[in-house]
């Protein structure tokens, strides 16, 4: 970005935006100390009556959701990729970043300088789409990988592997002490909502009779998701026909959140094998888990023994999961060069 100065933190005429886009949630974090976060969709009101009955042209998140009868509810990413076929979905994505950059409460003539992590996969296919979908708020423009971006937050620059367990991927990143590169990351499409769909399967194969619709499902996962030894029975009330009936659905969360681990642990092994021996070791002792599917009670345990036989792995949930990535990108915002930075 030719003739401007270099960001700083002092600057007050710039507002520095760390945005995390992520298939299930996207969130902010704002360099006047704004953080928020809101669930990837976006709702238009079906019609004049959907519109006349919910007061405005366009819902976010939770809100969007819960009126998904009277909205057309878009939820613009998937497998990490901005689905296709329709304008709708990018349309969906500029209105989410409208929306998150809203939400940050930038000061009338404030400059926007925006670092956007996307999932690996996006980064690749959907940069101009992603570029786009900014250009109208922004000043200035970075998009890097959410993997990174996490990397960044961390701290962890150098034999860092980072394993970032979002909704649509899971995103790997080897850090190596420079800016990573494609050969560095990995991308699986098992993730949160592999595990929701594989959860589905389960409980309509073990209870036929009982309908799980999707919201059900991902709030039992995330309420109760957990690998490893039981902590009790999980139980649910649901109905039956027209009755009122507990079930046990403790089996079920576990097959469906342990289908997630031996594919995770062999991308790992992948990656630290093609890892330059000597530092293999300090590799293997640092690996961290991001992202909602990090929260699965047992999961950083699971994979230290799904590794256990490469090796003695050592594996540290970052805080935060939810704003880590938002957190990392605004890290970015204060310490990446200019060359880095697209001028709007
Ligand atoms: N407490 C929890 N236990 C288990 N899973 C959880 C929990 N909280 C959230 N999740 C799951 O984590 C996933 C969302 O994680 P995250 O917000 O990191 O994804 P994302 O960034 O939106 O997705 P992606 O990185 O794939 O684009 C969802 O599948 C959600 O159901
Ligand atoms: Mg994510």
Sequence with gaps: MAKK?????????????????????????????????IESYVGWPRDFVAKKMLGRDILFGEDAV?????????????????KDGTDRNEEAVRE???HLIELAEPEEGQKIYAAVGVPAEALRVNKMAIRNAVREYADALMVVSEPFAVAYGQNALNNALIIDIGAGTTDFCV????????????????AGDSIDRRLTEILREQYPGVRFGEQTVRHLKEAHGFVGPTNGKITVTMPVGAKLTEIDVTDAIRRACES??????????DLVSRYEPEFQEMLRRNVYLAGGGSQIKGIDK?????????????????????FAGA???LALTQDMPEEYWEDM
């Design 5 to 37: 100065s270099t960001p700083s933190k002092a600057h007050p005429d710039i507002l520095y935006l760390g945005i995390d886009l992520g298939t299930s949630r996207s969130a902010i974090a704002a360099s006047n100390g704004k953080r928020q976060w």
């Design 302 to 322: 699971a994979l230290e023994d799904a590794l256990g036989e490469y090796g003695s792995f050592k594996i540290t949930l970052v805080r935060d999961a939810l």
């Design 327 to 329: 957190d990392g990108a």
């Design 96 to 98: 989410l970043i409208h």
């Design 175 to 190: 850090m190596h002490g420079t800016m990573p590169t494609e050969e560095d990351q990995r991308t699986l499409t098992l």
């Design 66 to 82: 819960e009126h998904r009868l009277s909205v057309e509810l878009v939820r613009p990413l998937e497998f990490g990729v901005i």
């Design 260 to 269: 997630i681990v031996a594919p995770i642990a062999e991308t790992a092994i």
